[in-house]
C-alpha cells in the first residue's frame, strides 16, 4: 500500500478530506470522501474490534516485497531463508532439495555466497524433458565481483574443465545462454547494448523464459532483452543427463565463483507470461497499488494488510454503499500505465467507531490543540487514522501537558504517539553541504530508466545516504552499478556509510535492506572548490552590468568528476572558465530540466 509521506515536514498541515471519484455503490446524490492519511499501509500494531483480526509487527517494504504465490510448472523453489545447514529446501513439494557446499553466511537477507567455493548443488538431470522453462530470482551483486561468472549453470563439464552443454545467466554482461556444447555454440538471449550490466549493490530479480524459439530476459518484470533464435530446448542438454546443475558456480572450472546474496530460487517447467512474471519479480506491490485504488474509488477510511486474512478495507460505520461488491475504477492503471488482469477481493468491514466527519473533528481538534494559530511554539505533528487500530493517531513531539486534554476527550478514540520521522541530526551535516550534495548534482537514477518500484526505491536510498552523508553525488555506472563521490578532504569513513535514521521513501515506505554502494573521493574538488567554480562560472556568464540574458545552470557531475556549466553564452563568454579551470569545468548546451542523464563517461576515480 503506498501513500505520499508528509509527515517529516516540521508542521504538519490541517487535515483535509479529499473526494475519490463517483462512487457507484453510494446513494444517488452522496459524496463519499476519505481522510487525506487514510490510504496506508502500515506497521501492525493492534486489532480491529469487529473483525477480531490478529495483527503481527512488521513494516512495509518494497526492496524485498513478499513475492506471488504462482505455483502452476513450479518445478523447485529455494526460498534460501534457512539459518543454517548444509539443505537448500525445495518447497515447491517436489523433493528437489538442494546441497549447500563451502562456507555459507545465513545472517542476512537470503543466502551469501562467498566467491571462493560457496555454491548450492541442484539434483541432477533438473532438465530432463522440459521443451520450456523460466529461471526465477532475486540477486545481490557484490561490488567487488569480477568475472567471468555465473549466476547459475544447468548443463555438464567436460573432462577438459570446460561447460559441454549448459542453459545459464550471468550479470556482465547481462545474458542469457544455451548450448550443447561450449561457449563458441551459445545461442544468446541479451540486450541490444551487449555492454548493459546488472547493476551491483543492490538486490535485482532476474527471470528467463524460453518456449519454442523464443527467449526473453527480464529485471525486476521488465523485459530487457529477446530473442526468437532459441532452437534448442532445455532438455536436450545432455540428452536430458546434466550433472553438473549449480547455483553460484560456473560450469567452467577457470571461472569464478558467484559473490553476493541469492534468494527465492525458483524453476518452472514452462514459460511464465509477462504477467506473471512482473507478479512474481513485484511481489504484491502491484495488488496493494490496485487495493489502494479500489478503497478510494469507493470511499473507504483505509485499507491495510492483515497476516492472516490478507488485504481488508475499512469504510466508515455510515457508509451506505454495498461493501461486499467493491466497484474497479474504470480505465484504471498503475504509475507505469499498466491496466490490472485482475483486482483483488480483499475483506472489507465498517468501522465500530468514526464517521469521516468524526475523524475529521479530532484531527481538527489535535491540530487546534498542538498548533493553534499564532503559536510560536513548533510542535511536530502527524495525524491520521489507522484502519488496523481503528484509531486517530496522532504522532507529534509535544509535551504531555498539550496532550493530555485531547487523550482524556477523546479516550478509545486518539492515540498520542512519539513523533518519529524526525530529520536527521543537523550535526550530521551542514546546511551548505546539503545544498551543494543536492542541487549542485542531479538526482541518483538508473541509466536505463528501469521503471519499477524495486528499483526507484533502491535509488532513492542511494540518494539518501549519499545525501546524509556530506558526499558530492551519487550516479549509476554502467559496469558496477551504484557510485557514491565524496569531497577529496572527506574525513569520514567512506567505507561504512550511516544510514539516515527514520528515513522513508516519498510514500513513507521503510526499506528491508539498503545498497551497497561503490564510494570514491574525488580526485579534483573539495566541497569549497566546488562551490567556488560554481560562483565563478555565475560571475561570468552573468556578470554585472551585461544586460545580454544568458541562460545558466551549474552542477557537479560525479560520473565525469567535472562542474558541468549548462549555458547558451558564446564560448566568447565561457573560453575564461575552461582557461581558470582547466580539466574541472565542462560546458553544455541549456537544456531543459530532466531526471539524471550521465554522459556515458566512467570517472576515473582511482
Known sequence: MRRKNTAGAASAAAPATTAPRPNPAAPAGSRPR???????????????????????????????????????????????????????????????????????????????????????????????????ITVDF????????AKPYFLYGFGNTGGDGKGNGYLFSTGNAFRTAITTADWHTEQNTRPTD????????????????????????????????????????PGAVGGGTTTADYIGRSLYANDLYFKGRMRDFRVYNRALSASETR??????????????ALASYNGALAAFDDPNVGPVVIFPSDYTGDIDDLQAPPEWTDEFGQAPDSWPQPTTAKSPLFTVAQITDIQNAVNAQVQPPGDDTAYQLNVFYDGERDRVVAQTNAPTSVTDPLA??????????????????????????????????????????VADPATKLQWQQVQALADYNCALAAFNDPNIGPVIVFPSDYTGDTDDLAKPPGWTSEYGEVPADWPTPTTAKSPHFTLAQITEVQDAALRQVTADGDTTAYRVAVRYDGMSDRVVVETDAPSSVTDPLLAAYPDQVK?????????????????DLT
Open 194 to 233: 551487449t555492454s548493459y550490466q546488472l547493476a551491483r549493490g543492490m538486490w535485482k530479480h532476474v527471470t528467463y523464459t524460453q518456449a519454442g524459439n523464443t527467449g526473453i530476459l527480464y529485471e525486476n518484470g521488465v523485459e530487457k532483452a529477446r530473442s526468437t533464435n532459441v532452437s534448442i530446448a
Open 408 to 449: 482524556t476527550q477523546y479516550a478509545g478514540k486518539l492515540v498520542i504517539e512519539a513523533y518519529t520521522l524526525d530529520s536527521p541530526p543537523p550535526a550530521r551535516c551542514a546546511a551548505a553541504e546539503r545544498t551543494v550534495g543536492t542541487v549542485l548534482s542531479t538526482a541518483a537514477g538508473p541509466a536505463d530508466d
Open 138 to 145: 532475486d540477486v545481490w551483486i557484490d561490488p567487488a565481483m
Open 587 to 603: 560546458i553544455t548546451a541549456v537544456t531543459d530540466p530532466t531526471p539524471a542523464d550521465p554522459d556515458g563517461s566512467s570517472a
Open 279 to 292: 507478479a512474481v519479480a513485484t511481489g504484491t506491490e502491484g495488488q496493494w497499488e490496485q487495493l489502494q
Open 34 to 132: 476519505r481522510t487525506d492519511a487514510g490510504l496506508r499501509r502500515r506497521a501492525s500494531v493492534g486489532a480491529v474490534a469487529a473483525l477480531t483480526l490478529a495483527l503481527a509487527a512488521g513494516a512495509m517494504t518494497t526492496a524485498a516485497p513478499a513475492q506471488a504465490e504462482i505455483t502452476s510448472g513450479l518445478l523447485l523453489r529455494y526460498k534460501l531463508d534457512e539459518t543454517s545447514g548444509t539443505v537448500a529446501h525445495d518447497s515447491s513439494g517436489n523433493n528437489h532439495d538442494g546441497t549447500v557446499n563451502g562456507a555459507v553466511d545465513w545472517d542476512g537477507e537470503g543466502m551469501a555466497f562467498n566467491g571462493s567455493n560457496t555454491y548450492v548443488k541442484v539434483p541432477n538431470n533438473i532438465m530432463a524433458g522440459l521443451s520450456a
